[in-house]
Nanobody, 115 residues
Framework: VQLVESGGGLVQPGGSLRLSCAASGFTFSRYFMSWYRQAPGKERELVASITSAGSSTNYADSVKGRFTISRDNAKNTVYLQMNSLKPEDTAVYYC?????????WGQGTQVTVSS
């Protein structure tokens, strides 16, 4: 089982990034997918989630209207489009695949928002 995040990097405030999380080794289309982030000295927090078929999404209040989660079950990939980035969005971003009894995590990708 693997979840591999990519797309992180350094971006100026107001900029955009698109994170990807490529899954392998399990039946991706049956899993609820989420993006979390963890800033230095802070607990990991839920950013956004999407149901297995992509029919429903949920966002943290801090990112509503700026971030969009989506998935392509044919490509076994979940995305996080991040617009209007702020310095407080700086964190390591992780994707998570979950079912009631199973959870998989990726290794994370660093996002730094700074001028």
């Amino acid at each position: 089982v693997q979840l591999v995040e990519s797309g992180g990097g350094l971006v100026q405030p107001g900029g955009s990034l698109r994170l990807s999380c490529a899954a392998s080794g399990f039946t991706f289309s049956r899993y609820f997918m989420s993006w979390y982030r963890q800033a230095p000295g802070k607990e990991r927090e839920l950013v956004a989630s999407i149901t297995s078929a992509g029919s429903s999404t949920n966002y943290a209040d801090s990112v509503k209207g700026r971030f969009t989660i989506s998935r392509d079950n044919a490509k076994n990939t979940v995305y996080l489009q991040m617009n209007s980035l702020k310095p407080e969005d700086t964190a390591v971003y992780y994707c998570k695949a979950s079912q009631p009894l199973t959870t998989y995590w990726g290794q994370g990708t660093q996002v730094t928002v700074s001028s």
